[in-house]
């Protein structure tokens, strides 16, 4: 075959049509930027990452470096070691589940637990219902198992917590899944039991999955009638429960995260999971065992602390003109309304939006939140307190001076 005059059009490759329908996470990118500008030694105080202060417990990393040691650095099972499952179900239970090990699914991270649930009971086209304001990877995750976002927007009026009457007005035919999670990120509030039952209701009677995110869980901080969804056992085969180790024992970077559910759908999730990454970090398996197995009083310093914060910042912004704030029941979150500082204008800067709202503060306060349009909530910013009362104490005068200057 003679080649010499054949010619070659060169190709203009693009990522898949599937990539770049996907946004990336808007609270990583905040994330990112605070680490950009710290390289290049501008000093800003984040409140944007949401991600504990404190350093994983003692217990906990002793247990990592004696895994080490024994030798405990390869495969483990797709779906975790069974001590960790074991531990896992004994942890619900004791809440009021009813788990076998054979129904706990260990991940890298809540977040890979969250995708794997949905592409475990989703088909192309199935409607999940999605609470407004959500975590900002909510319809993403969806989108990527091929379902449709239905929101439902809430109030501060109703403590931004969904109710039958809305979902009622929702449903529809296609309507396969919805996402709840309690305590909030980003708003931190908490749904109590009978709210909690009554939606567990809603979905029995239109025969509705749950997929309830409880990575907060353990960080609950006022006196509230509440509990797991796993306590109700009419809903246990439809309820798709996550939950991890990252906020309640500061270890995210060890990336440990778990499903928990009944046959089919948890069986559906290890076929998925075993075609992705595979068992979770063997190391960080044998830390999260250590956590489980200490006494919950010894994380009450950092709850404690946390409740601290919490008080000191909500207290800060709700004296400040021009804020309206929810004050947060649990998680490290606070979601103030910042709609009365669009219009004015600082230095030629004009406040058209949150997101310029952000910009601003990290200009002029060098202060990093994140935009309440990465949650559907394009009127609010989210402030995490999960970092020192020094630097809380700092970010709000800075705050307070800059928004001052807002006209």
């Given at each position: 075959m003679d080649t010499q005059n054949l010619t070659f059009q060169r190709k203009t490759w693009q990522p898949s049509h599937y990539s770049q329908n996907i946004e990336g996470s808007k609270t990583l990118a905040v994330t990112a930027r605070v680490a950009e500008l710290r390289r290049q030694g501008v000093e800003v105080i984040s409140l944007g990452a949401g991600e504990?202060?404190?350093?994983?417990?003692?217990?906990?990393?002793?247990?990592a470096v004696q895994a080490i040691r024994s030798g405990h650095t390869k495969y483990t099972p797709n779906a975790g070691i069974f001590d960790l499952r074991q531990a896992i179900a004994e942890f619900l239970n004791r809440m009021g589940g009813d788990y076998a090990p054979e129904d706990i699914l260990v991940s890298n991270g809540a977040k890979q637990s969250i995708v794997n649930a949905l592409f475990a009971t989703l088909d192309v086209g199935d409607e999940v219902l999605v609470p407004v304001p959500y975590w900002t990877s909510y319809p993403e995750q969806v989108k990527m198992a091929g379902g449709n976002c239905v929101f439902l927007q809430t109030t501060a009026e109703h403590n931004y917590k969904i109710y039958p009457e809305q979902l009622e007005e929702a449903?529809?035919?296609?309507?396969?899944?919805?996402?709840?999670?309690?305590?909030s990120n980003p708003t931190g509030m908490v749904y109590t039991r009978d709210e909690l039952e009554a939606i567990c209701h809603f979905c029995l009677d239109h025969d509705i999955l749950i997929l309830s995110d409880e990575i907060y869980i353990q960080l609950i901080y006022d006196a509230i009638d509440t509990t797991t969804l796993a306590a109700f056992e009419e809903i246990r085969e439809q309820l798709m429960l996550v939950n991890g180790f990252s906020k309640s024992h500061a270890m995210t970077g060890w990336r440990l995260g778990y499903l928990a559910a009944k046959p089919p759908f948890i069986q559906a999730a290890m076929k998925i999971q075993s075609h992705t990454t595979s068992n979770a970090c063997s190391i960080s398996q044998y830390a999260a065992l250590a956590a489980l197995q200490m006494p919950e009083t010894d994380l009450d310093s950092m709850k404690q602390e946390f409740r601290r914060r919490r008080d000191y910042t909500t207290e800060r912004l709700m004296n400040m003109p021009g804020i309206s704030l929810v004050k947060p029941?649990?998680?490290?979150y606070l979601f103030p309304s910042v709609a009365q500082y669009f219009g004015r204008q600082a230095n030629g800067t004009v406040i058209r939006s949150a997101m310029d709202l952000s910009q601003y503060l990290l200009d002029e306060a060098r202060i990093a939140v994140v935009p309440g349009e990465a949650f559907g909530a394009p009127e609010n910013i989210r402030i995490s307190y999960a970092t020192s009362l020094e630097n809380l104490q700092k970010a709000m005068d800075s705050m307070e001076e800059a928004l001052s200057r807002l006209q």
């Open positions: 504990p202060d404190f350093n994983t417990p003692a217990p906990i990393c002793e247990a449903v529809t035919a296609k309507t396969r899944l919805l996402i709840l999670n309690s305590p029941q649990g998680a490290f």
